[in-house]
């Protein structure tokens, strides 16, 4: 049988020393890290960008069909998703935990591999949090901490009449990816002898449990000297941060239809479960995609490719925000209850 240790067998402070302990310093910029009262942090001359979020158990994830290794990868992702839509550069995060003693140890050590696996990735270092009990459940608090060089960073309230729109990677996706695990989970539950149908079935389900900050689209910006003028994340679904763009721009927007990306896989699950595509990308969320806008003079330094798709151009704020059909019809963009047409 699995090694099941109580929490309570090693207490905090133990408990807090072995979840912590893989904890290295990656940045110049963590000057007194995990073991005092706080830990302190020196950007250098550079601008702080600061972002948390919460994370509890039956509204965010369910730990039926969440291995707790990617819930901890995942919640790093988010809030650094966060900092890089800031167009800036994630060097520390804090994590908070309030666990209930339905979780052992080892459950906890899951968790933080998954932690300690996404500072690698994200090169930023956990310097710091708080953990205590809870009556059930598990809550997670991830607050990420950013630099970015004097006056760089990006709001969403820069975008300008006739900038291009442009969203990186696809969308929708992990829409579809909750979707099929909530399918499974209730025939499970229905019938646990059945086995869950996920098969070729790996990049939605994974977008879902296992999302990854865009870091490279930040990167790749920089590299192209393109500054955008304005960026947000796409954690409700493209419709709704559109509307976040437009509304504090206060600027309209065209998007097309058919240049939304979505993944084959995306389109093939949707048309088997009846779901159109197109809706799951506009309001599905989660896809933590960047959403920004570039003016068209820095059109010349985006060359074709995968990565970044232009979906669109912003307008006066009179025009309104409109989805454009593939048939040519123009329909207000909504941010919830969004319908097929
Ligand atoms: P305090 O009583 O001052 O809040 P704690 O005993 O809670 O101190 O924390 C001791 C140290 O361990 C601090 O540096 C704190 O930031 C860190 N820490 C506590 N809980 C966690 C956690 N879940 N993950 C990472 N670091 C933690
Ligand atoms: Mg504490």
């Known amino acids: 049988m699995e090694q099941r240790t109580d929490i309570a067998s090693l207490g905090e402070f133990a408990l807090i020393d072995h979840l912590t302990q893989e904890a290295?310093?990656?940045?110049?910029?963590t000057v007194l890290s995990i073991g005092d009262d706080a830990a302190v942090i020196d950007h250098f001359g550079k601008q702080t960008v600061v972002s948390t979020d919460l994370l509890i158990e039956g509204i965010h994830?369910?730990?039926?069909?969440?291995?707790?290794?990617?819930?901890?990868?995942?919640?790093?992702?988010?809030?650094?998703?966060?900092i890089y839509a800031m167009h800036a550069n994630p060097t520390q995060i804090t994590v908070s935990i309030a666990v209930s003693n339905r979780f052992s140890v080892e459950a906890l050590e899951e968790l933080y591999a998954g932690i300690h696996a996404a500072c690698e990735q994200y090169h930023v270092?956990?310097?710091?949090?708080?953990?205590?009990?809870?009556?059930?459940?598990?809550?997670?608090?991830?607050?990420?901490?950013?630099?970015?060089a004097t006056d760089k960073f990006v709001c969403?309230?820069?975008?300008?009449?006739?900038?291009?729109?442009?969203?990186s990677g696809d969308l929708g996706a992990a829409y579809l990816g909750l979707q099929?695990?909530?399918?499974e989970k209730k025939i499970f539950l229905e019938n646990p002898a059945v086995q869950p149908d996920l098969e070729a079935r790996d990049y939605i389900v994974k977008r879902l449990l296992k999302p990854e900050a865009r870091k490279d689209i930040i990167e790749w910006l920089d590299e192209q000297a393109i500054q955008p003028t304005s960026m947000i994340d796409v954690s409700d679904?493209?419709?709704?941060?559109?509307?976040?763009?437009?509304?504090?721009?206060?600027?309209?927007?065209?998007?097309?239809e058919e240049k939304i990306p979505i993944h084959s896989e995306t389109k093939e699950v949707s048309f088997d479960l009846g779901i159109d595509s197109t809706t799951c990308a506009l309001?599905?969320?989660?896809?933590?995609?960047?959403?920004f806008t570039i003016s068209q003079a820095e059109y010349d330094k985006m060359p074709m490719q995968e990565k970044i798709s232009i979906i669109g151009y912003i307008t006066e704020a009179d025009k309104g925000c409109f989805l454009e059909t593939k048939q040519g019809n123009r329909h207000p963009l909504i941010a919830q209850g969004w319908k097929s047409f």
Request: hydrophobic share 35%.
């Open 237 to 256: 679904g493209l419709s709704s941060e559109l509307l976040h763009l437009c509304k504090d721009s206060q600027v309209g927007c065209v998007v097309y």
């Open 180 to 183: 099929l695990l909530e399918r």
């Open 125 to 148: 270092d956990l310097v710091g949090g708080d953990t205590c009990s809870s009556p059930k459940g598990l809550v997670i608090s991830i607050t990420a901490i950013g630099e970015v």
């Open 61 to 82: 994830f369910d730990l039926m069909y969440t291995p707790l290794k990617h819930l901890g990868y995942k919640a790093v992702s988010v809030n650094v998703s966060d």
């Open 156 to 167: 969403r309230s820069g975008a300008q009449v006739n900038d291009l729109i442009c969203v």
């Open 283 to 291: 309001s599905g969320g989660e896809d933590y995609e960047l959403l």
């Open 24 to 29: 290295e310093i990656k940045n110049a910029s």
